[in-house]
């Protein structure tokens, strides 16, 4: 089956600038990122010349501030183009989230010449980021990292091995996570690593059940010397921003997983619309009706709950819990929604003549990456009931 364009979604949008923007990017999935995408996908093939092209067009740097080059979106605007990407992409819309991820340290926590510096191109000049945390030993456990840089003169020099790394190896520019300090979370700091670094070397990518498309790989630091001009932050205040970096790329993720979890439901709309059986369409069968009620009734609420989410982060007001929730419950409604996408589409849902097996297998990843959804519990527990008692 070909692909096409995302059905158009209602969106209730704060200004007109923002519904023109939104006008712009669906004019972009329709040209240039759903014709071809589950031929990408299943080739492997990351689509490089689109991200170049949301870059020229103004969408690699939404919700910063256009001083720097950013587009001055609040991110109820922000996630909502996320949404509308992924759906006709997940390795764009992905992408586009992870380098936002990549950018939140400098653009947050950065000196004003710092900013000045490296901003204006990470934002609007056709660079791409990879956001560097997890290693192979520290997962969820992400205070436990071993990756270490240390003082030599004026520069840092890194050593150790990240992994699960988007956009690894493609990557012009890193945020990365290293402990210049003692054990635990007050040992950590960031730094701000070009993606040509020497030492600086890209495993191959790993092989994985979807998103082939986007490379995923470890990074290999071996004694990679950066300036102390390229900390970003205090000594030991990196996993207090990595933190609040997540917070809002938690946003993204969700807002990513309503995007295939729509284009999933909107597949199968179509598809019982049109096929017959017992002599008429499938969808007049009452239990795949109610099927199909159900998902719609998941996205719906998927989508409320991250723009609520997003609508008191631009309030400037607490939304760590919010965040979680959202990516916790997006995520798993992506799955389940992906899942009876398929069963409607019956045998042809397991072919990849359809693209509903991709959106399945898309799914999954989202609920694993930027905090398992097990690791979204403990943290809304935690907001509830406090901290764990040792």
């Not at 006709?88 to 926590?109: E, F, I, K, N, P």
């Amino acid at each position: 089956m070909p692909d096409r364009a995302p059905r158009q979604v209602e969106r209730q949008l704060p200004t007109e600038e923002s519904k023109d923007l939104l006008t712009l990017v669906r004019d972009i999935v329709e040209r240039e990122i759903a014709p071809g995408a589950s031929e990408g996908e299943e080739a492997g093939r990351f689509p490089r010349e689109t991200f170049a092209l949301l870059s020229a067009s103004g969408l690699l740097g939404l919700p910063y501030d256009s001083a720097h080059g950013g587009g001055d979106q609040p991110y109820e605007v922000y996630l909502q183009v996320l949404e509308e990407l992924a759906a006709a992409r997940l390795t764009v819309g992905l992408g586009v989230s992870v380098h936002s991820l990549a950018c939140h340290a400098l653009a947050s926590y950065g000196t004003a010449d710092q900013q000045a510096e490296h901003l204006p191109a990470m934002l609007g000049g056709g660079l791409l980021g990879a956001y560097c945390l997890s290693e192979p030993a520290s997962g969820s456990d992400a205070a436990s990292l071993s990756t270490k840089a240390v003082r030599d003169g004026d520069d840092w020099v890194i050593t150790g091995t990240k992994a699960w790394i988007t956009h690894g190896g493609i990557a012009d520019f890193c945020t990365v996570l290293a402990r210049t300090g003692g054990e635990g979370a007050r040992g950590i700091s960031a730094f701000l690593v070009p993606g040509d670094a020497e030492g600086l070397v890209a495993a191959a990518p790993e092989k994985k059940m979807g998103m082939k498309g986007s490379p995923t790989a470890q990074l290999h630091f071996d004694g990679v010397r950066v300036g102390d001009d390229r900390r970003i932050g205090d000594e030991g205040q990196g996993f207090a921003i990595a933190l609040s970096a997540l917070d809002s790329g938690r946003l993204g993720i969700a807002a990513c997983a309503v995007g295939v979890a729509q284009a999933a439901l909107d597949e199968a709309v179509e598809y019982a619309a049109g096929r017959r059986q017992f002599g008429r369409p499938i969808a007049d069968f009452q239990g795949l009706r109610f099927l199909l009620a159900d998902m719609a009734t998941q996205i719906d609420a998927g989508r409320a709950l991250y723009l609520a989410a997003a609508r008191l982060r631009d309030a400037g007001l607490p939304f760590s819990r919010q965040a979680a929730m959202a990516k916790l419950f997006c995520t798993d409604a992506a799955m389940r929604v992906t899942t009876d996408a398929v069963q409607v589409l019956g045998g042809y849902g397991y072919t990849a003549d359809f693209p509903a097996e991709r959106y399945m297998r898309e799914a999954k990843v989202l609920q694993i990456v930027e905090g398992t959804n097990q690791i979204q519990r403990m943290v809304i527990a935690r907001h509830l009931v406090g901290p764990e008692t040792r």
